[in-house]
C-alpha cells in the first residue's frame, strides 16, 4: 500500500543545490532535538542518558545498515561499567551493490548526520565520534568536512557543546575501497589504522570495539532518523510504517526500470508498486523476472510468476505484490538488507547474473577464513566454467554444496552474503542453469550482454 502524502524525512531538500548548509537546515528546525536532548543530565553512574535510550526503543527505530537490529536494544548493550573511553562509529562504507542511500544523505543532509552523531554520543556517553566514509566517496567527503566545519564554528561541536557542558567531538575518517570495511569489525580495524581485518565475536563493538573500548557502530541513516525521532516524539514516529518495522525507509531502484532511484516512504509500500508506480515499470516493457530486494547478499525473489523446487522439496512461487518490510521479506526467506532493490527483467541469463555476482565477493573476500577464500573461489571457477560452455549436469550440485559449507563457519557474514545468492539463484532458476549445462549456452532468447 502506498502511503500518497508521506513527507520525506532523509531526502528532504535531496538534489537541491545549496540545501546541505547550515543556515538551510536551522531554517527547518534543525538542531532543535539535539538542544533538547542535550539538556537532559546523564546519568552519573553510567555517564549515559537512560530515557533516550528508552525513547530509541519505544521510536522501534531499526539499524539502516543491513541487519535491520533495533537501535536502542543496541546501545542498551555498552558496557557502561566499563571505566574505559566511549566511540561512536558511524558506518558511511555504502559498498554493497546496488546500494547508494547513504551517499544523498551525506551530500544534502549532513547536518542531520551530525545532529543525529550527537543526540547518539549524548545517549550513550560518548565524547569520540568517527565517520568512516567510503573512500570513492568525494564529493561527499568535502560537504561532510563542510558541514563539521560549520558545526564547530556554531558551537554546536567540541567543549561544551551547545553550552551544555558535555564533549563532542566528530572526525572524519576515509576508507580506501574494501567492501570487507563496511563490516564493523573490519571497519573498527581499519579506523585503527591496521588492514580491514573482521573480528570474532563476542566480543561485540559495544563490549570492546575501537581500541578495545565499548563503541557503538550505527549506520548513517539510522543516526540521520533520530532528529525526527526526538521532534515528533517516539510514539508518534512508531506509527510511521506497519507495526514492528517503523520510520521511513530509502529504496534503491536500480536495474531494469524506467526511472531507477531513491525512493523514500513507509515499509507499507509492496514490491510490484515499487517498480511500477515508484520506478514506471520494466524498461522497454517487457516482463519482470527476478527481483532482488535488499542489496546483492540477499536471496533473489522469482517474480516472472513461475513456481520453483525448494530445498525441502516443496513447490513454491514468490509474491512480486510482497510488502518490502524486514519481517515479511524474512518470512519469505530473503531480507530487506539494505534496501537496493535490483531488477532484472525476461531477458537477463540467471547464469551471467549470477557469475557478475559471485566474481565481486570472491574479490572482496578478505581471505581470514578457509570457507570464504576458498569457497567464494570455487564457486566463481564452477560459474565460470558454466557460462564459458563447459558445465557438467554435476556442477549444480557441487555449487549448492559449496555454498551450503560457507554459511555459518566463518568470521564475519560475507560468506553468507555470496553462499546465499548462489542458493536461491540455483534453486529458483534451476532449469536455466541446467540448460546452460546442457547446451554450453543460454535458455535465454536474445540475453543482454553480462
Ligand atoms: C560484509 C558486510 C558488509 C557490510 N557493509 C555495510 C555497509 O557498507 N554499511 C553499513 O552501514 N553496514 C554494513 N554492514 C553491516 C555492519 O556490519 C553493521 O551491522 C551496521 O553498520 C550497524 O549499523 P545499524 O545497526 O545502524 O544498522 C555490513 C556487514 C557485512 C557482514
Ligand atoms: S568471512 Fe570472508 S570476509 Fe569475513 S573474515 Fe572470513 S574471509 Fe574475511
Keep these: 500500500m502506498l502511503v500518497k502524502d508521506f513527507k520525506p524525512i532523509l531526502l528532504d531538500g535531496a538534489y537541491k543545490k545549496g ?44 539499524g539502516r545498515g543491513g541487519a535491520g537490529f533495533p537501535t536502542g536494544m543496541k546501545w542498551s548493550f555498552v558496557d557502561y561499567k566499563s ?16 546500494t547508494c542511500k547513504d551517499r544523498v544523505v551525506v551530500t544534502y543532509n549532513p547536518h542531520m548526520l551530525l545532529e543525529g552523531i550527537m543526540i547518539a554520543c549524548h545517549a550513550c556517553g560518548v565524547e569520540n565520534a568517527y565517520v568512516y566514509i567510503r573512500g570513492e566517496y568525494v564529493v561527499e567527503f568535502e560537504h561532510l568536512v563542510g558541514a ?58 559495544a563490549v570492546e570495539g575501537a581500541w578495545r573500548c565499548p563503541t557503538v557502530v550505527n549506520n548513517v541513516q539510522t543516526l540521520s532518523l533520530l532528529p525526527s525521532v526526538i521532534t515528533m516524539g517516539a510514539e508518534a514516529w512508531s506509527k510511521i510504517g506497519p507495526e514492528r ?49 535488499g542489496g546483492s547478499s540477499m536471496p533473489v525473489l522469482r517474480v516472472d510468476g513461475k513456481p520453483y523446487r525448494a530445498s525441502n522439496g516443496k513447490d513454491l512461487t514468490d509474491d512480486f505484490n510482497i510488502r518490502m518490510d524486514y519481517d515479511t521479506l524474512k518470512n519469505a526467506n530473503t531480507l530487506l538488507g539494505s534496501a537496493a ?16 555476482l559471485v566474481r565481486f565477493y570472491h574479490h572482496e573476500s578478505c581471505g581470514q577464513c578457509t570457507p570464504c577464500r576458498e ?28 555454498a551450503g559449507q560457507m554459511s555459518g563457519t566463518t568470521i564475519c557474514l560475507l560468506a553468507d552474503s555470496v553462499a546465499m545468492p548462489v542458493g536461491a539463484f540455483v534453486i529458483k532458476f534451476r532449469e536455466e542453469f541446467e540448460y546452460y549445462c546442457q547446451h554450453g549456452k543460454s535458455m535465454v532468447e536474445n540475453p543482454i550482454p553480462l
Excluded at 573511553?85 to 551493490?97: F, G, K, Q, T
Excluded at 524498461?283 to 527481483?291: G, N, V
Excluded at 525476461?346 to 557478475?356: D, H, I, P, Q
Excluded at 571457477?381 to 563447459?390: D, E, M, Q
Aim: net charge positive; aromatic share 8%; glycine share 12%.
Design 19 to 62: 540545501e546541505w548548509a547550515i543556515e538551510q537546515y536551522e531554517k527547518k528546525g534543525g538542531y532543535q532535538a539535539a538542544r533538547k536532548v542535550l539538556s537532559m543530565p546523564r546519568d552519573p553512574a553510567t555517564n549515559n542518558v537512560p530515557p533516550l535510550i528508552e525513547e530509541v526503543k519505544k521510536s522501534g527505530l531499526r
Design 83 to 98: 571505566k574505559k573511553s566511549r566511540y561512536l562509529a558511524v558506518n558511511c562504507d555504502e559498498s554493497e551493490p546496488g
Design 148 to 205: 563539521i566545519a560549520e558545526a564547530y564554528k556554531a558551537g554546536y561541536l567540541g567543549k561544551n557543546a551547545m553550552g551544555s557542558g558535555f564533549t563532542i567531538h566528530i572526525t572524519p575518517h576515509r576508507g580506501a575501497g574494501a567492501y570487507i570495511c563496511g563490516e564493523e569489525t573490519g571497519l573498527l580495524s581499519s579506523l585503527e589504522g591496521d588492514r580491514g581485518y573482521p573480528k570474532v565475536k563476542p566480543p561485540f563493538p
Design 245 to 293: 518495522n517503523s520510520g521511513p525507509m530509502v529504496y534503491c531502484l536500480s536495474g531494469h526500470v524506467k526511472k531507477p532511484g531513491l525512493y523514500e516512504t513507509p515499509m507499507h509500500v509492496t514490491l510490484k508498486e515499487i517498480v511500477e508506480e515508484f520506478g514506471g515499470g520494466i524498461l522497454d516493457d517487457l516482463k519482470p523476472k527476478a527481483i532482488i530486494p
Design 341 to 356: 532493490v535490483i531488477v532484472m527483467h525476461e531477458r537477463t541469463c540467471m547464469v551471467s547474473a549470477l557469475y557478475n
Design 375 to 402: 569457497g567464494s573461489g570455487w564457486l566463481e571457477k564452477l560459474i565460470a566454467r558454466i557460462y564459458r560452455g563447459k558445465g557438467k549436469p554435476e556442477d549444480l550440485q557441487t555449487l549448492l554444496s559449496v
